[in-house]
């Protein structure tokens, strides 16, 4: 449904060139869930920004992003604003998405009065309901975002991003600042919602709970790409398993090392100065090898080279 | 509920209850001006240059007339007046110091430059100027004075437009919105601008006192309204030549210009701290 070729992301900054996204290829299914997961710095958020064209302008993006057969970077500011929020939405970070000074009602009704020049009243009729399905009474939708708590204004979010009934919904961090019942609320939403979804985050046990395939992000490469159940129970990239034991739940082992710089990366793989395997061969750009299926970035998983 | 918790704010604030106390009275003055006050016109030879008294409360001018009808007179023309220059200004400054900020490149540069240069000029030198221009080609009329003062009053109000806009528009909720398909004028008219209308209401309010100091400046100077439609500054120009022998002509006009402006000064100032405390709480 979408599909995303050597997307390159490229940042001119005074101390030099970010490349916050560095060559990216990977392919949503209609009806899936498919999560990026990394950590802060590895740019997912930046890659979800670069499918709705969001980023500012000293962003240099290259490569393809192909829904519905159409290449969204190609596409005219008037025709990307149809395909925001009606075909695409977007589910922000929690928290100062929403307007301060409108009800969260509006708010959500705005969207299907832009998509389907509805009227306010039967977009706001639309709004109550959808706030009940979520848990919400529909009296919520006279109330102002600061009237809300972190886990309702989230929902809102969620609410908002899907009021214009949209075929495909980018979540950028869904749980962030979130405590740990309202993360299973969110979930329990996420659930609910029979969507094609791209999930940005960084929370293991969401992703876990609510994704079909996984990608792993590291440094602008993705470097891992496996269904969500082979993923957790056996990781295949090093920078996956130091993610997974790096949990409470596993260990909490941390991975030694920093997250390189995006200006610098190191040469060949970029997770070898952090990697306990790594050997003379991992200065080389590792190939893209598939196994079982999964495809992982990685010598170990090479045809040759390796041993 | 926040409309309550917005006006207890303000009546528990200090300054904000005496500016607010000031300017209502003078308001009152103004709107009630037919009742409490006299004719401000009617002159009276016999009785020139009379100290205040029972009968003349502030006393009268050099044609007889009773300059307390005449300050009360003025309180309405001073207000409408700068209240007319406040809104041109504001919405003008406003619309243009938004667009220059949201949109940014070569619009931002341009107004950028445009508020510059007006901020180059000193401000009454450059208002004298245009009363003149203006009188010239149109004749002497009040909007003279109104638009002469409007040029130069509605970049500030540009300026910190922009600076806001400028600061708004990184907010993720504008580019949620953006996300979400709205238009570039439905954010900038609908999101942005309302979320920056607190500062823009306390810049409002400081600005007024630097109106009407502007409006009896020139007044004073005789570039303002003109004779014999009452108003404070033009009064203390035309008291100037008594002062040594009838000093109510020039300190009554005086105390109401200093009184208005303090008045607004003083619930600018109060309006920042009680929207800058509500900044806080959130």
Known sequence: ?307 | MEVVAFRMGIFRNTLCTLGLGIIVFIALMGLLAPIIAGDPYKTNMSERLKPPSLKHLFGTDQLGRDVYSRIVWGARTTLLVALTISIISMTVGCLLGAIAGYFGGIVDDVIGRIIDTFLAIPELVFNIALVGIFCVAYGTSIWNVILAVVVTNWVSYARVMRSIVLSLKEREFVICEKALGAGDWYILLRHVIPNALGPIIVLATLNMGNVIMTISSLGFLGLGVQPPTPEWGQMINAGKNYITTAPWLTFFPGLFIALSVLGFNLLGEGLQEVIGRKRLVE
């Open chain 1, 1 to 307: 449904m979408l599909k995303v070729e050597e997307l390159r992301v490229h940042f001119r900054t005074e101390f030099g060139v970010v490349r916050a996204v560095d060559g990216v290829s990977f392919e949503v299914e209609r009806g899936e869930k498919f999560t990026l997961i990394g950590e802060s710095g590895s740019g997912k958020s930046v890659l979800a920004q670069s499918i709705l064209r969001l980023l500012p302008k000293n962003a240099y993006v290259s490569g393809r992003i192909i829904f519905e057969g159409r290449n969204l970077l190609e596409l005219g500011e008037e025709e990307m604003r149809r395909i925001r929020g009606r075909k695409i939405a977007w589910i922000p970070q929690s928290q100062s998405s929403l307007n301060p000074v409108l009800t969260v009602g509006l708010q959500c009704a705005e969207p299907v009065m832009e998509h389907f020049k509805t009227d306010k009243k039967s977009a706001l009729l639309k709004v109550a309901r959808m706030f009940e399905f979520f848990g919400m009474g529909r009296g919520r939708i006279s109330d102002y975002p600061h009237q809300f708590s972190g886990g309702m204004r989230q929902r809102v979010l969620v609410a908002m991003g899907i009021s214009a009934d949209p075929e495909f919904l980018i979540a950028d961090e869904p749980t962030k600042g979130l405590d740990a019942s309202k993360r299973k609320n969110i979930a329990e939403l996420f659930e609910k919602i029979d969507k094609t979804m791209l999930i940005i985050t960084h929370d293991l046990e969401f992703a876990e709970r609510v994704s079909d395939r996984i990608a792993v992000m590291y440094c602008g490469e993705v470097v891992e790409i496996s269904p969500a159940k082979e993923f957790f129970r056996e990781p295949l990239h090093p920078y996956s398993k130091g993610l997974l034991e790096s949990l409470p739940s596993r260990g909490l082992k941390p991975i030694i090392g920093f997250q390189p710089s995006m200006i610098n990366p190191p040469s060949g793989c970029r997770f070898r100065e952090r990697c306990e395997f790594a050997k003379k061969i991992c200065e080389r750009a590792p190939p893209e090898s598939i196994v079982d299926g999964r495809i992982v970035r990685c010598w170990m998983y090479a045809e040759r080279g390796w041993a």
